[in-house]
């Protein structure tokens, strides 16, 4: 699916997408239709959606709804390959974008009964940065003064997404967001301790709640909980009966049990068709709040029900190699495990790590060097992806010629060393800020200032950017100073040995950044994406200096932009404080690694690339990837099993199927694990149309031995295969 | 080949295209961001930009029929609150078409083998007459002269959509090209309102312009998408110090109009993932 593969629909479609596209186009008849991933669902609704415009129904009359931004890209690329006269123009959605569109709307219809205190007013959606921001400036006085969380260890970010998550959940899920620490607590088989911890928790998101209602500021999850009493609202119906005649649902599995709620609404307001998609194998988005036990009795709910059969992409040794391996964990294995030994290409297993990693560039190499596979079609699936890793594999790649595409999302904004170099200067440019980011005890290291020089000139190289930086960065006045003036430390001949190391191409350029700076500091703080934008302007970005010519680094520039720029506008109608503040706790937010985000901008460079794809095993799943040949890494990892830590909410406990008060034990945590990482399985293999390398090294990258449940039932699986035959 | 099938243009990558071959590659086919403001003032810029759009979202309420009465007295932006009350009270409204009225309607038709995409403000269409208006509220600081509209690439895509797919939006019978019209409408002038209107012979005109910009543009290879001539036109853009332009003084061009679209920003709102 990745690339240009499944971008225009098949000549021929199979006996049941045939059928959904001939289903019934008035009347309000509903069709659920379900199947394994690769029995060709999603191919099946684009057809129906390309029947419906041929035929001349009106686009902007049918919802697509589809649980992922990335799953729209691919939508619309369909659209883009029709021959039909009219290729566009459908509401291609994902949930929450419908849901904050339709609260944008009757925002003054809907305002003062959610309890806004100024209902007046317009009011300001927040993004997770800025959502995070606030939350932090509730949060942080209480650690300081109350001790908040003081038995957790845990970093500044991960709690203030927990926290969000809580919210959000409540809201997806469709409880009361007060009943979190109630349902937490009845769950919980622990110490006293984290009791304290689950009611500060309750306590902070109520407290955000109140900030949030009084200050118009609209996050996730009041989007979330005004879209649910709007979509209840007889103007509402009315207006949704008008606009909206055709309903296509895709990968209805991976929905959150509020947007099943509204489909279930919307298939009693749609009087022309409504058509389902559900994935036997799916549910991945369980951390997301994805309920496919929910989306599973949409069955009963639609009209008629129709299974997809036959596996359209050929994908069935790797399915029935996942089969195996889920009957080797106790599960049901869902599919027939005949020959799944041809699914598997080949194995490694050698002791250290950076050998395993070695044999898969090597393979990968061989793929694309001897067997003319094209690297778009290599995926290599990591439970989750460090930066060793991704390192390692893309420098091996590279001496190989071969390109890689890392897809990690919600990567800190501040891992990126051109950010941290930026943020530098921001600082650098602002004394005052400076100093009160001091007070709260970040001191501005000589490295980073040797980063920011060696980012912002050309040709400066990291010693020679280190050499500049503790010559102009004096600790005593921790600024940059003129080395050529009389605030220099330095002694004639000194200066002149310094020029000659660091060379006097850069002594020119030096003194330019300076003159920028003191000239930025005569003007009145604008904010930090405005500041950036005129640095990158003026300076940055004219010959000698570190962004000429250099239209890849730019992206990462204009992220960070784009970033600050959100915050800004988010933060500056509703705040009580003065403009300088703001800008100053951007860059705090940033240097915590608060800031992340996957942007726009990066998925086009995505779908063009022609690279072997490194990815976390849920964001392929997640994004409905697909490719012809997979490595499964690190297979002793111990993250293939566990779930992420999060010791301030709980992915099954706040879900419709736990009832409040029962305990969470053990034997449920191995259930849900087990089944999590069955459907993982599942998942990948019937994404797999070629074959499955499987790969592990005995000590992981930290030294430590590796023995993890998935490799022990991968062998299990083999073991017991060989027995049979 | 640089651009695919089925790409889709719109007026503004079009007329981006016509003004800078080069313009056009960096932002619609390379979306390479160059974070430098296009502007003296970012500020103001972007309060005019936001503006902008909030006044086309009060206008897409009106069409739901939100009342809007408290919203507008308590907005603090006179200006904004200006062109409201003119839109309100002077902008002919029973004059337009009966039938079919929507707001902030995307139109998508094909065009050769690619696709032009166009998003009206306001359309008013009677099906039973096949007649129609395409309205689009301008909040430009001037008003054009009826030529530079005529000819402006904005008016020639968004009549020529609409003729194109006029049998989905009647519901079956295709409008002729002289029973439609544009209309500009503009929010700091609101006496002065351009109607263009249409015939067959400009239908045909426009058929033949637009299918052979984008089949130039399709044939393109990267290293011929070129910088303008004109540098002038530099003057408020981002990529300048990527194409090496040193700007001396500015045209008197209105990139900043390229900007105000509503639904595109709507769409680029980055989201959470759930």
């Avoid at chain 1, 998550?165 to 809201?171: H, M, R, S, T």
């Avoid at chain 1, 901008?601 to 012809?628: C, G, I, K």
Wanted: include cysteine.
């Amino acid at each position: 699916m990745r690339g240009q593969e499944l971008l225009s629909l098949p000549l021929k479609l199979t006996r049941e997408q045939q059928k959904v596209v001939e289903w019934p186009r008035e009347g309000g008849q509903s069709l659920f239709l379900s199947g394994l991933p690769g029995t060709g669902k999603s191919t099946a609704l684009m057809a129906r959606l390309a029947a419906l415009l041929r035929v001349g129904y009106r686009p902007y009359e049918i919802l697509v709804f589809l649980p992922q931004r990335a799953q729209v890209v691919r939508y619309e690329q369909v659209l883009a390959s029709l021959d039909a006269p009219i290729r566009g123009g459908v509401d291609c959605l994902t949930f929450y974008s419908f849901a904050k569109r339709s609260v944008a709307l009757f925002w003054p219809r809907i305002a003062s009964v959610l309890g806004f205190a100024h209902p007046e007013r317009e009011p300001t959606f927040l993004t997770l940065e800025t959502a995070q921001y606030y939350m932090w400036r509730i949060v942080e006085p209480l650690i300081r003064a109350e001790g908040y969380f003081s038995s957790l260890k845990i970093r500044r970010e991960r709690l203030l997404s927990q926290l969000i998550d809580n919210l959000n959940k409540a809201a997806l899920v469709g409880f009361d967001y007060k009943e979190v620490y109630s349902r937490l607590k009845g769950a919980w088989t622990g110490s006293l301790e984290r009791l304290h911890s689950y009611w500060q928790a309750q306590d902070c998101i109520t407290r955000f709640r109140e900030y949030c209602l009084a200050h118009n500021l609209v996050d996730f999850s009041l989007s979330v909980e005004a879209f649910q009493y709007l979509w209840k609202r007889e103007d509402y119906q009315q207006y949704f009966r008008t606009r909206y005649h055709h309903l296509l649902v895709d990968n209805l599995e991976e929905n959150v049990p509020v947007a099943l709620d509204f489909i279930r609404w919307a298939l009693e307001q749609i009087d022309g068709s409504s058509i389902l998609a559900y994935d036997l194998a799916g549910g991945h988005r369980i951390f997301l709040g994805a309920d496919a036990r929910y989306a599973a009795e949409f069955a009963n709910y639609c009209d008629c029900a129709l299974e997809c059969r036959d596996l359209v992409r050929p994908a069935g040794a790797p399915l029935a190699f996942a089969g195996a391996v889920r009957r080797a964990l106790g599960l049901s294995p869902l599919v027939g495990e005949t020959a799944f030994q041809e699914a598997v290409r080949a194995q490694y297993r050698g002791k250290y790590w950076v050998n395993m990693l070695d044999w898969v560039v090597e393979r990968i190499s061989q793929l694309v060097h001897e067997e003319g596979v094209s690297p778009r079609e290599i995926a290599v699936i990591a439970p989750y992806v460090s930066e060793v890793l991704r390192f390692a594999l893309e420098d091996g790649l590279a001496r190989k010629g071969i390109s890689m595409h890392l897809l990690r999302p919600s990567r800190p904004l501040r891992d990126d060393p051109i950010v941290r170099a930026l943020l530098t200067w921001v600082i650098l440019g602002h004394p005052a800020w400076r100093e009160a980011l001091e007070k709260g005890e970040y001191l501005l290291p000589v490295e980073d200032v040797a980063l920011a020089l060696q980012v912002a000139l050309a040709d400066l190289d990291p010693i020679r950017a280190r050499r500049l930086a503790r010559a102009a960065f004096p600790r005593e006045m921790r600024r940059l100073i003129d080395l050529d003036g009389q605030e220099s430390l330095l002694t004639p001949e000194e200066r002149g040995h310094l020029w000659e190391e660091v060379g006097y191409q850069i002594r020119r350029r030096y003194k330019a950044l300076l003159l920028w700076l003191e000239d930025a500091q005569q003007r009145d703080s604008e904010g930090v994406d405005i500041f950036l934008s005129r640095f990158f302007g003026s300076l940055l970005s004219t010959p000698g200096f570190g962004f000429y010519d250099q239209p890849e680094r730019a992206r990462v520039y204009g992220r960070l932009v784009e970033s600050a720029a959100k915050f800004r506008e988010a933060v500056r109608i509703s705040s009580e404080l003065d403009q300088d503040t703001l800008v100053r706790e951007y860059v705090r937010l940033v240097l915590d690694g608060i800031a992340s985000g996957e942007y726009v901008v990066d998925w086009p460079t995505f779908f063009a690339t022609d690279a072997v794809l490194l990815s976390p095993a849920y964001a392929y799943l997640t994004r409905d990837l697909a490719s012809h040949y997979q490595f499964w890494v690190d297979l002793g990892s111990d993250g293939w099993w566990n779930r992420p830590n999060q010791p301030l909410t709980h992915p099954y406990v706040l879900s419709r199927h736990w009832p409040v008060g029962r305990p969470w034990r053990d034997i449920e945590e191995e259930r849900s694990r087990k089944e999590a990482l069955g459907n993982v399985v599942l998942g990948l293999a019937a994404r797999c149309t070629g074959g499955i390398f499987l790969v592990s090294s005995e000590l992981g990258v930290d030294g430590t031995e590796q023995d993890g449940r998935f490799q022990r039932a991968i062998v299990r699986a083999m073991r017991m295969a060989s027995n049979e035959q | 080949m640089l651009i695919e099938p089925g790409y889709l243009f719109s007026q503004h990558s079009l007329n981006t295209y016509v003004r800078c071959q080069r313009r056009f590659l960096l932002r619609y086919i390379e979306h390479q961001p160059w974070p430098m403001p296009e502007d003296e003032d970012p500020l103001d810029y972007q309060r005019h930009l936001a503006r902008g759009r909030m006044f086309h979202q009060w206008l897409v309420r009106r069409h739901w029929g939100i009342e809007m009465s408290e919203i507008v007295e308590a907005c603090e932006d006179s200006l904004l609150r200006q062109w409201w009350r003119a839109v309100e009270t002077l902008f002919p409204w029973d004059a337009l078409p009966d039938g079919i009225r929507e707001a902030e309607l995307p139109v998508v038709v094909s065009l050769g083998e690619y696709r032009l995409y166009a998003r009206y403000d306001y359309l008013a269409l009677d099906p039973q007459n096949k007649v129609a208006v395409i309205v689009d509220w301008k909040t430009l600081a001037s008003v054009p002269s009826y030529q530079v509209l005529r000819e402006r690439i904005q008016t020639r895509v968004y009549l020529y959509t609409l003729i194109a797919a006029s049998h989905v939006l009647t519901g079956g019978k295709s409008l002729a090209p002289d029973q439609v019209k544009m209309l500009y409408w503009f929010a700091n002038y609101p006496d002065d309102v351009i109607e263009i209107p249409y015939s067959e012979a400009a239908f045909q005109q426009d058929a033949h312009y637009l299918q052979s910009l984008v089949r130039e543009i399709g044939r393109r290879p990267r290293e011929a998408f070129a910088p303008t001539e004109d540098s002038r036109l530099c003057a408020h853009c981002q990529y300048r110090t990527l194409c090496h332009r040193e700007v001396i003084t500015s045209a008197e061009e209105d990139w900043l109009d390229e900007e105000i679209d509503f639904a595109l920003d709507l769409q680029d709102i980055p989201e959470l993932e759930y």
